[in-house]
């Protein structure tokens, strides 16, 4: 399945490349996270409780970064095992240009699923695949401004 998109954020595009390499910025603003360790500077373990349609799991994975380009481009490449409810696994191509203080990311992104969540179907893992990549850059938004929930009330 290929999920892709764009999104604009009010900051640089250094201080987005920055952020996406900050754990902390990331723990905020990956959906569902209970736990991200970043192993090296380019590799991640995380733990994120998910539901997908009826399919409620908590998938533990790795995400090792590669191509990179400083300030401009890199791959994501991960898997995830959420036990009996399957697997996902997929690649990410990340961009990063600009227009002033405005940074663009595109992403283009080719996963893959199994077990119990390839049963559920296309449609719906693609919807939820798209709400979750909303939600996360919703909280990217937040985490990159310095907002806490407090401040953004």
């Known amino acids: 399945m290929e999920l892709e998109g764009s999104q604009e954020l009010a900051a640089t595009p250094a201080e987005v490349w920055q952020a996406l390499f900050d754990r902390d910025i990331l723990e905020q603003a990956i959906p569902g996270c209970e ?55 997929g690649d990410a191509r990340v961009t990063l240009t600009s227009e002033g203080n405005v940074a663009t990311l595109d992403y283009k992104a080719d996963v893959t699923v199994g077990g119990k969540l390839a049963a559920l179907g296309n449609r719906l893992i693609k919807s939820t695949a798209q709400k979750l990549t909303a939600e996360f850059f919703s909280n990217f938004t937040t985490a990159l401004s310095g907002e806490t929930e407090e401040t953004a009330i």
């Not at 409780?49 to 991960?78: Q, Y």
Request: glycine share 14%.
């Open 35 to 89: 736990s991200l360790e970043q192993n090296s500077e380019t590799s991640f373990s995380a733990i994120v409780k998910l539901k997908i349609g009826p399919v409620s799991a908590r998938f533990k994975g790795n995400v090792e970064l590669s191509d990179i380009v400083p300030g401009a481009s890199c791959t994501l490449s991960g898997k995830g095992s959420g036990g009996i409810a399957g697997f996902a696994k």
